[in-house]
C-alpha cells in the first residue's frame, strides 16, 4: 500500500474512449481541484489519451489560462484527444517509464471499461517495475453500462439529447401518422434506448415512442411486425426506438441482428452488396415492417454522433457530477481534501468525501452510487441524491480472462414484462438524472358539424 | 377579381406537406390576425389538411383557448396534423363544396410546392364552379426550395439544428479523428446541406465540414474518394457532410445516389438484398471511402426526423417569419389590415404592409424576399430585411403540364467552384437565418520537454 503523499508532487490525465459531451467538465474538476490543493507542481495531460502516455506527449494543465478554461470547460468531446487501445504489457512498461520520466506519482484515467482495464495493466507494470504510482480510473461512458456505477458522466447528457429529440419526433409523426423507427447507441445495454421513454407526454396515452427494443431482450421479427401492428392498429401510428445492440441467438450465441440478418441471406451476406458489407439497422428493421404490414408509411432514422457530444442537451446533473468525479479523483490519489460539497445548485448532494475509505489505496475506480429514489421521504418529494466511491480497479474492469461480465446491463425491474418498455423504477432512475425536459400539448377543439356556418 | 370583402366572414386554415418546428406559428399567426380583426365569424381548420377538406373534418380555431395556445403554439409539427395528396379534380370539386357548406370565403394553404399547387387546384375548381373563393398558398419547407421564395419557414430552424450539431460532431471529430459522413434532408436543393457550413468555428482552419455535397453538383466516387483522400491528408481527419439528394447521370439523366449505386451493382438492384431496397446513403459512402482509403476509421450518420421539428434549435428570424407569414395571409385575404410591424426583437424589419399591390386579387401565394446583404451600410453592419409579397399562385407552383421548374435550386454564387463548399455570398444569405450558433474553441498548450518534471 501507498501511504497519502504529503509534499507537492506530478500527476497526470488521460482521456480516452469515446467523446462525451461533459468529458472536459471531469479534466476541469481533476485540475480545479489539483490547483487549489497548492500541492499540484503539474498535471501533465497526454495528448490523445493512451497514444500520448505511450509516445510520451504531454500538456500541462497547470499552466491552464482562463481564456482557455472557457475555451474548453463547456466543450463537447475531448480537448486533450483521444484514443482506443487497450495497452499491452510492452507499452504499459513503456508507459511507466514515461511517467517516471515526468515524475509522476498519480495517474486519473478518465473512460469506460477499457479505460478501467487500461488503467489496471498500468498499475500492474508499475508494481512490477517497483515504481511508486496510483492509477485511478475516473468514470465516463454515455452507455451506462460500466460496472458498480449506477450510471457514468455522459449518459445523463446523451440520455436527455434522446428524450428531447424524440418528444420533437412524436410531434412529427403525429402531424404524419405512419412507423417511424429510431435507432440509438447504447452498445449491448439498453439504458440510452430506454430513455427514449422519458419523450412521453404522460397525459396522452397514445404519446410515443410506443415500442422499445432493448438488447437485454432478445429480438423477434415476427413479435416486432407483431408489436407494431397492434400498436398502428390502436393509435393509427407508431414510434419505435431501438437500441444498436439488439440481437438474437444463432447457433445459440448472442449474435447482434444486423449480423443475424446478414447470415440469414446467405453465407457470403447481403449478396452481391459489398460496398459496406452492411445494412443499417434502421433500415433493416423498415424493411421488416415494410414487409409485414402493407400500406403502411415507414420510415427509420440513425441518431449520429451528435447523440454523445450533445453540448445543447446537457443535463443538471451530469454538468456537476462529471466536474465531482474528477475533484474526487484527486481527492482519491491524496492530493486534496473534499473541499465543499454541493457544487452548482441542481440539486445533487454528496457525501463527506473526508469519510473516504479508499484514500491510501494503490489505486482504484471513482464510481457513482445513486441512492434508490422513492417518491416520497417525510411526506415531501425526495431530492436526488447519489455517493463518489472508490473500488479497486478490478471490480469496475473485470481481467477479460476471468469470463466474469465486463459490462452491466439493465436490471430485470427496469423492463416491463412484455420486453418492448420500462417501468416505473427506471422513470424514477433516470428521471432526475435526465431531468425535465420539454413535452408538447395539443390543440384539442371539437370537431365542426358538416354545415356548420 | 374577388374584390375586399367588408363584412365578417368565414375563413379556412390547413397544413399540408412535412412537419416544422414553426408551423404552428404560422397557424397562430392567422388565429391572431383574424381575430384582431374583428371581421371573423369562423376560422375553420382542417384535420390533416387536404384529407380534412376533402372529408369535411374542421375544428373552428376561433374556439382557441388561452391553454391550448400555451399548448401548441411553440410545439413543433403540425397541430392540426398533415398529409401529402394532391387533389383530383373531383377531389377539388368535393373541397369547394365543402367550403361552401361552411360559407368559407378565403382558405389559407400552408405548405411547400405541392400544397401550392393544390391551392391553385383548388382555386380553379372554385372558378368552374362560380363559387367566391380566395385561396392564398403560405409558405412553409424545410428545404427552402420554393421558387419565388429566398427561403422558407422551417428552413433557418431546421439549418440552425443541422449547424449546431456539425459543430458538436466538430468536437467529437478532433476528439477521436477519422471520417465522419453525416447525411443530412433537403430533398434535391443544396440549401439545407449547405448550412453545415455555419458550423465552422473561422478561428481554426481546420474545423469542419470540411467537405459538403450538394445536389446541384453531379457526385463522383473517384473525386469523392480523392476529396476525402486530401483533406484526411491534411488534417488527420475529415467530416462531410452530404444532401440526401446527391446523384449522378445514369443514361444521360440524373438520378439519385442510392438508385444509381444499386443499378451499378447488376440490374435486380442489390443482389439478394430484399430486406428493405436500399442500403443508406451513409452506409454507402462509407464503404467507397473504406474501399477507397485503406487503415482509417470511417464512420455514418444519417440525421432523421429531428432535424425538421427541432423545438431546441429555432431560429429567432424563423419564429418571426413563420408567424407573420400567416397574419400576411390573412391580410392578403382582405380581412384585417398589416398591423404593426416589427413583432419580436430580432431584427427582422417587414415593409409597410398596406402598401400590398396583391391585396385584391383572386388569390395568391405569400413569398419572403430576402434583401441581399452587404457587410456594411453606410459604415454600419447591416441589419437582415426582408420583404413579404404575394404573387400568383403560379409563379410558385407552375401547372407540372407546362415542364418548367417546379422547384428552386442553390444559386451558382453560393457554391464554390470546387462543388465542394459554399462560397461567402451563401454565408451572408444563411448566416442571419440561422443565427448564432455555439461554436467551440481549444485548450492550446505546448507540449511539454520529454523529460520535464
Redesign the interface.
Known amino acids: 500500500m501507498v501511504g497519502v503523499i504529503t509534499g507537492r508532487m ?1 500527476i497526470a490525465y488521460a ?1 480516452s474512449g ?2 462525451t ?1 461533459v468529458i472536459n467538465r471531469t479534466m476541469m474538476g481533476v485540475v480545479d481541484a489539483a490547483l487549489m490543493s497548492g500541492r499540484a ?2 498535471i ?2 497526454a ?1 490523445h489519451g493512451p497514444k500520448g502516455l505511450i509516445e ?6 497547470a ?2 489560462t482562463g481564456f ?1 478554461r ?3 470547460a463547456n ?10 487501445k487497450e495497452p499491452t504489457d510492452e507499452e504499459a512498461a513503456t508507459i511507466v517509464c514515461n511517467l517516471q ?3 509522476i506519482r498519480a495517474l486519473l484515467y478518465n473512460g469506460g471499461d477499457d479505460s478501467a482495464r487500461a488503467a489496471a495493466i498500468i498499475q500492474a507494470a508499475a508494481a512490477s517495475s517497483r515504481y511508486e504510482l496510483q492509477v485511478f480510473h475516473v468514470p465516463k461512458t454515455i452507455d451506462a453500462d460500466l460496472l458498480a456505477n449506477d450510471h457514468t458522466p455522459g449518459y445523463p447528457s446523451a440520455a436527455r439529447f434522446l428524450a ?2 424524440m ?3 412524436d ?7 405512419g412507423v ?1 423507427i ?1 435507432v440509438t447507441m447504447g452498445k449491448n445495454a439498453g439504458f440510452l434506448v430506454a430513455s427514449t421513454a422519458l419523450a412521453r407526454n404522460p397525459e396522452y396515452e397514445d404519446s410515443s415512442p410506443h415500442l422499445i427494443y432493448m438488447p437485454e431482450r432478445l429480438f423477434d421479427e415476427e413479435q416486432f411486425v407483431h408489436d407494431v401492428k397492434r400498436v398502428y392498429g390502436q393509435f393509427g401510428r407508431c414510434v419505435v426506438a431501438v437500441s444498436e445492440g439488439i440481437g438474437k441467438l444463432v447457433d445459440g450465441k448472442f449474435t447482434e441482428l444486423v449480423v443475424a ?1 446478414g447470415k440469414s ?2 453465407g457470403d451476406g ?11 439497422l ?3 428493421l ?3 415492417v ?1 414487409e409485414g404490414i402493407e400500406g403502411v408509411r415507414v ?8 447523440q ?6 446537457v443535463s443538471p446533473i451530469d454538468r456537476v457530477e462529471a466536474y465531482d468525479v474528477g475533484r474526487y479523483g484527486v481527492y482519491a490519489a491524496g492530493l486534496a481534501d473534499g473541499g465543499s460539497k454541493n457544487i452548482g445548485s441542481c440539486g445533487v448532494s454528496w457525501p463527506d468525501w473526508t469519510s473516504l475509505s479508499g484514500r491510501t489505496t494503490e489505486g482504484g475506480s471513482v464510481v457513482i452510487v445513486q441512492r434508490p429514489m422513492n417518491e416520497l421521504v417525510n411526506g415531501t418529494p425526495e431530492q436526488y441524491s447519489a455517493t463518489l466511491n472508490l473500488v479497486p480497479l478490478d471490480v469496475v474492469a473485470p481481467p477479460k480472462a476471468k469470463g466474469l461480465p465486463l459490462k452491466k446491463f439493465m436490471p430485470p425491474e427496469f423492463i416491463s414484462p412484455n420486453g418492448t418498455d420500462v417501468t416505473p423504477a427506471f422513470f424514477k432512475y433516470a428521471g432526475p438524472l435526465v431531468g425535465d425536459i ?1 413535452r ?9 358539424g ?4
Open positions: 506530478n482521456q469515446g467523446p459531451a507542481n503539474h501533465f495531460a495528448k510520451n506527449r504531454f500538456v500541462d494543465l499552466g491552464i482557455q472557457e475555451n474548453v466543450a463537447p468531446g475531448q480537448a486533450l484527444g483521444s484514443y482506443r520520466r515526468h515524475d428531447t429529440a418528444s420533437w419526433i410531434c412529427d409523426n403525429r402531424s404524419l401518422p417511424y429510431a440478418l441471406l446467405g447481403f449478396g452481391g452488396l459489398t460496398l459496406s458489407g452492411t445494412i443499417s434502421a433500415d433493416a423498415v424493411g421488416i415494410k420510415r427509420g432514422g440513425t441518431f449520429g454522433y451528435e454523445r457530444v450533445a453540448a445543447g442537451a420539454e408538447f400539448g395539443r390543440l384539442e377543439l371539437p370537431e365542426v358538416p354545415d356548420e356556418k
